[in-house]
């Protein structure tokens, strides 16, 4: 069974500061997705990463996928209160999705 | 364009009744999922259906079915509702069903059973 570890589960913190959110796996996936969900609303796909290593950037959020296609993370900087939120983490197996529990990001002004 | 587009929205059963939740996918869209999400988790997978038929089911007991229609929209049904399906029911629908496509998702239809 594939397996998609978040952490932290939760994180509050002030505008302005940075943070970081892991997502962590045994499984080697062909891709992995990061989502940003609001409160009654569906995930919103922010980035795909499809390359062992690959880094993207968008704005002021930065995604890693780690070498072995096994792991990544999502860098934030100077978080704003507009990024709260619930960030989830998905890695592509077969034709399914398998999701991280989440991580939800709470920025106080 | 739309994007995908569910209903309904928000609905109240009873344990026991059964349900129906309607999907229409992206236009050109051939593939639509199903994720059920409970409150505090992740998204899991339920279905997977492209071109009419079953690709994909995730771990979910035979009260859950699916299916596709001619123009790519699609239905969950659950039988017999227990209050542990209570969740948010999430349709995605993709170009076709390789793990290369992306996959976007509908606002959801939060299913609430009393």
């Known amino acids: 069974t594939q397996l998609l570890e978040q952490s932290p589960q939760f994180l509050s913190i002030q505008e302005g500061e940075n943070l970081t959110v892991y997502c962590n796996s045994s499984?080697?996936?062909?891709?992995l997705q990061w989502y940003r969900q609001e409160p009654g609303e569906g995930p919103v796909l922010l980035v795909t990463?499809?390359?062992?290593?690959e880094v993207k950037k968008l704005k002021r959020l930065t995604f890693q996928f780690g070498d072995a296609r096994k792991d990544s993370s999502l860098h934030i900087t100077a978080a704003q209160p507009g990024d709260t939120g619930l960030y989830l983490c998905?890695?592509?197996?077969?034709?399914?999705?398998?999701f991280g529990a989440g991580t939800i990001l709470r920025v106080k002004s | 364009d739309a994007g995908v587009t569910q209903s309904p929205t928000h609905l109240i059963k009873t344990r026991g009744q059964q349900v129906t939740l309607r999907c229409s996918p992206i236009s050109g869209h051939k593939s639509v999922s199903w994720y059920q999400q409970v409150l505090g988790q992740g998204p899991q997978f339920i279905f997977q259906y492209y071109e009419k038929e079953e690709r994909g089911r995730g771990n979910f007991p035979d009260r859950f079915s699916a299916r596709q229609f001619p123009n790519y929209s699609s239905e969950l049904n659950v039988n017999a509702l227990l209050l542990g399906d209570s969740a948010l029911y999430l349709c995605a629908s993709s170009l076709a069903v390789s793990s290369g496509n992306t996959i976007y998702f509908g606002e959801g239809s939060w299913l609430t059973v009393v």
């Open positions: 499984s080697v996936f062909s891709s």
């Open positions: 990463v499809v390359t062992g290593g």
């Open positions: 998905a890695g592509a197996g077969g034709n399914k999705l398998v």
